[in-house]
């Protein structure tokens, strides 16, 4: 059992990540980083998909580039309230049936296609929805509830996606809380000591079993990203359908 001494540093640790984590995500604009991600998607294991992600806060956009041999040649752009509120893509090979690779396509961003392609909708991407997600689970510990479930500080740990280390969380996450893990499972962050934000994210069923990984590095900010970089007819003008 951790003494109360261990446990109050631990809630002070937790504390001072999710400060730092917002306090340094409020001032960046934009970003651009290298994602790496592993997502089970209705009960089957996805292959591994390195991925070009740009993000933008006002108005809300991101943009995907496929750039490893999964997906490769696909590109994803969404800007909320814009371009017809749709999620623009050029397909990679094999994405939907009778298209070829490289054809534009505009679908709703809770069409079955896209709902298929990827555990979480599109406007759960991004490092920004992490720090939130993590600050709602600290509040409601800190106010002594434990539906969200239980957070620990694991301190610095040396994983083999970073050269450094990073400062670990661990959060047990309860029957019930997410619809995609109806029997709870745990949960990872790992947040950045130079940045100060979450850069790397694994959860595990109930069984101890990989369901997602994403892990953001070659982050750059700030960064300048306008319209441009966010308009599909701008991106893809030969490719206009």
């Given amino acids: 059992m951790l003494s109360t001494a261990t446990a109050t540093d631990g809630s002070s640790k937790l504390r001072d990540l999710y400060n730092q984590a917002a306090l340094r995500f409020a001032a960046i604009d934009s970003y ?3 994602l790496r991600r592993r997502e089970q998607v209705k009960g089957r294991d996805q292959p591994e998909e390195l991925i070009l992600f740009k993000f933008r806060k006002q108005p809300w ?5 496929w750039l490893g041999p999964e997906g490769q040649g696909r ?10 509120g749709m999620i623009h893509s050029l397909l990679a090979a094999g994405d939907m049936p009778l298209a070829p690779a490289g054809k534009r396509m505009a679908l709703a961003p809770d069409n079955i296609f896209v709902r298929s392609a990827s555990r979480h909708a599109i406007t759960e991407a991004g490092i920004g929805v992490m720090i939130e997600k993590f600050g709602q689970a600290l509040e409601s510990q800190e106010r002594g509830e434990n539906k969200r479930g239980l957070l620990t500080y694991l301190g610095p740990t040396k994983r083999p996606d970073y050269e450094t280390p990073l400062e670990a969380v661990e959060h047990r996450l309860p029957p019930g809380l997410e619809p995609l893990l109806p029997r709870g499972g745990r949960r990872w962050a790992f947040f950045d000591p130079a940045s100060h934000l979450p850069v790397l994210l694994i959860t595990q069923d109930d069984r101890g079993h990989e369901v997602e990984y ?28």
């Fill in 32 to 34: 651009v980083a290298r």
């Fill in 214 to 241: 994403y892990c953001y590095d070659r982050l750059q900010y700030p960064v300048r990203l306008d319209d441009l970089d966010f308009d599909p007819d701008r991106l893809w003008p030969a490719k206009k359908q």
């Fill in 75 to 84: 590109e994803v752009v969404y800007v909320k309230g814009q371009h017809g």
């Fill in 61 to 65: 956009s991101v943009y995907f580039k």
